[in-house]
C-alpha cells in the first residue's frame, strides 16, 4: 500500500483531469469529479477504483436538462493505494480510472474501453 495524503492524491485527480484534451472537456456537461476514501457499500466491489453516476450524454434528451443534478464521477482513495506500489504508480492509475470515467459520461460502456486499453 502507498502511502499518500488526501491532497496529494487530489493533485493526482487534477493531473489526470489535465491529460483530457480540451475539446473533450469542453464538451463535459454537468459533471462533476470527487474523490472519496472508499466505495459506498452498496457498491458490491471494495476494490473499486471509480465510479460514474449519471446519464451519459448519449442518452440525453429534452427531458434531461429540466432540473437534473450533475453527473458524478468519483475516484476512490483507498482501493488506488492499496492496489499501488509506487506514488508514480498511483497516479498513472488515477489518470487512466478518470479517463475512463469520463468516457462513460460520453457514452462509452466497458467492453469498448477494455478493447482501447482503457479498461
Known sequence: ??????????????DGLDLVPPELTAQMDNVVVLVEDEPPADAGDPDLLGLYEGTPLTER???????????RITIFR????????????????????????????????????HELGWG
Open 78 to 113: 483507498g482501493p488506488t493505494l492499496r492496489m499501488c506500489e509506487s506514488a508514480e504508480e498511483v497516479v498513472e492509475e488515477v489518470a487512466v480510472t478518470v479517463v475512463h470515467e469520463i468516457a462513460h459520461h460520453f457514452g462509452i460502456d466497458d467492453e469498448r474501453l
Open 1 to 14: 500500500m502507498v502511502e499518500m495524503s488526501r491532497a496529494e492524491f487530489e493533485e493526482a485527480v487534477s
Open 61 to 71: 434528451d429534452s427531458w434531461w436538462a429540466a432540473g437534473s443534478l450533475p453527473d
